[in-house]
């Protein structure tokens, strides 16, 4: 979240935190045995003020496994991504790391409500394994207190040292193809989301991206909170195991 917008093209990039995330490859992704009781889902959400002021902007993730129980209600296990100064103080203008934390799915949304912010959300989502295992090991590196929280973290500490990032480069930097050029900061709040999402839709990690696994939001018990619920009607690319090795070997000279 941020009023200014990443390096220009052909300037140097800020330096991403150290991410495990982003060294985990689709080709060992896939290689790993897979259950087929199990199912993987994301969730993406926002929230923003009215007029949408960058300290009253948010984004945040969920990746959700589901295990089917025979003759039982499925489990489901849920992680999520929300990355907040332990201050609750979105400084924009503040170019220095200070301490950050991952709150939970219903923290993020009833902060955002208390103090005004209209609160969106995407999915969820049908993805496969790999997509849900990189979010785990991005969630992990982020509970280690490796880092920190800066707002605005394509200028000072966090570019210089990749020790700092926002909200939504939490999520975005678990990607392992593409820097922080293609999550510019000129994006916060919805738009910043609603980023992320189209780079995911317009690779092939979706399974059925068009459909929307309603069962899943319900069970969840996001119902009982005013969210308002949005769909991307852009392009989307179907996922297999070919079209993602296809992907990989197409843009793994980008990884840095």
């Known amino acids: 979240m941020a009023l200014l917008s990443a390096a220009a093209p052909g300037c140097v990039s800020p330096r991403i935190p150290p991410t495990p995330a982003r060294e985990m490859s689709v080709h060992d992704l896939l290689a790993e045995p897979s259950d087929p009781n199990v199912r993987y889902y994301v969730l993406l959400f926002a929230s923003q003020s009215t007029p949408r002021l960058p300290r009253y902007c948010h984004s945040w993730a969920m990746a959700i496994k589901v295990t089917q129980v025979p003759n039982g209600e499925p489990l489901i296990e849920t992680h999520t991504i929300s990355w907040l100064p332990d201050s609750m103080n979105i400084r924009w203008w503040k170019l220095s790391v200070e301490p950050g934390s991952n709150f939970s799915n219903e923290f993020s949304i009833e902060h955002a ?24 090991a991005q969630k992990a590196f ?4 490796v880092i920190g929280y800066q707002c605005v973290d394509a200028f000072g500490e966090a570019a210089r040292n990749g020790n700092g990032c926002d909200c939504f480069h939490a999520i975005s930097d678990m990607d392992p193809y593409f820097d922080r050029r293609r999550y510019p900061l000129l994006f916060y709040g919805n ?14 990690t979706l399974i059925n991206p068009s459909v929307t696994h309603d069962w899943l939001y319900s069970a969840l018990g996001l119902e009982r909170y ?3 619920r ?24 980008r990884r840095r």
Do not use: M
Not at 238 to 247: D, G, Q, T, V
């Open 113 to 136: 409500l208390e103090t005004g912010q209209r609160v969106s959300a995407w999915g969820p989502y049908e993805t496969w394994s790999g997509i849900y295992k990189r979010f785990v």
């Open 226 to 228: 005013p969210i308002c």
């Open 142 to 145: 982020l509970d280690s207190d």
């Open 230 to 253: 949005r769909r991307y009607a852009g392009k989307s690319v179907e996922f297999s195991p070919e079209a993602a090795l296809e992907y990989a070997s197409r843009h793994e000279p």
């Open 191 to 204: 738009r910043a989301t609603f980023n992320i999402l189209r780079q995911i839709e317009k690779r092939p």
